[in-house]
């Protein structure tokens, strides 16, 4: 069975601070996405990783695919109070189609 | 709009009733997807078709529930007798058949079983 775990699953922080979320696996991923999602909406997705080593840029945001492609990270600069929302990352498994998803982490930025 | 629909975005029933939700993809999209979230976790991947095919179904998706894209456009997901334990997000996706890992989710659909 694969598996992501996020870690933190919640995290309140000040406006201005920096954070990183992190999913890791035992598990090789074909590709890995990170989505946001707002409550009583469906998850909007961010960036796809594909490349062992790949960092990809978003603003603010920077994610970064494992080497060995089991594991990312999402770090955000400077939060923002609009940067609140549930964070998700999901792997798709041997290119299968399904993807996996990490429980999540849920972030609070405080003005 | 031409992003992921679904209806209705929310439906409350009474245990033991059925129930049917819509979902209607990016149109140029040949897959579809199921997801089922519940608070706090991420959502959980219950079944997929590429254009009418139904390639593969999650054991979480009992005999009480079951999915058609008749056409290769719109899914129904339907749930038969429903129990407590079905009260959940439903949501849908669809991505290109050559990029199956950029998937774009609908709004979902809220169940509540009373």
């Not at chain 1, 999913?23 to 890995?32: A, E, K, Y």
């Not at chain 1, 909406?41 to 945001?61: A, C, N, S």
Request: proline share 5%; hydrophobic share 30%.
């Amino acid at each position: 069975t694969q598996l992501l775990e996020q870690s933190p699953q919640f995290l309140s922080i000040q406006e201005g601070e920096n954070l990183t979320v992190y999913c890791n696996s035992s598990s090789v991923f074909s590709s890995l996405q990170w989505y946001r999602q707002e409550p009583g909406e469906g998850p909007v997705l961010l960036v796809t990783v594909v490349t062992g080593g790949e960092v990809k840029k978003l603003k603010r945001l920077t994610f970064q695919f494992g080497d060995a492609r089991k594991d990312s990270s999402l770090h955000i600069t400077a939060a923002q109070p609009g940067d609140t929302g549930l964070y998700l990352c999901a792997g798709e498994y041997n290119q299968g189609g399904k993807l996996i998803f990490g429980q999540g982490t849920e972030l609070s930025v405080k003005p | 709009d031409t992003g992921v629909s679904q209806n209705p975005r929310h439906k409350i029933t009474k245990r033991g009733q059925n129930v049917t939700f819509r979902c209607d993809p990016i149109s140029e999209h040949n897959r579809l997807y199921w997801y089922r979230q519940t608070l706090g976790q991420g959502p959980e991947f219950l079944t997929y078709f590429q254009n009418e095919a139904q390639l593969e179904k999650s054991r979480l998706l009992s005999d009480r529930f079951s999915a058609e894209r008749p056409k290769g456009s719109f899914s129904t997901l339907e749930i038969q007798r429903t129990e407590q334990g079905d009260s959940a997000m439903y949501l849908c996706a669809s991505s290109p058949s050559g990029n199956t890992d950029t998937q774009y989710f609908g709004p979902g659909t809220r169940l509540t079983v009373l």
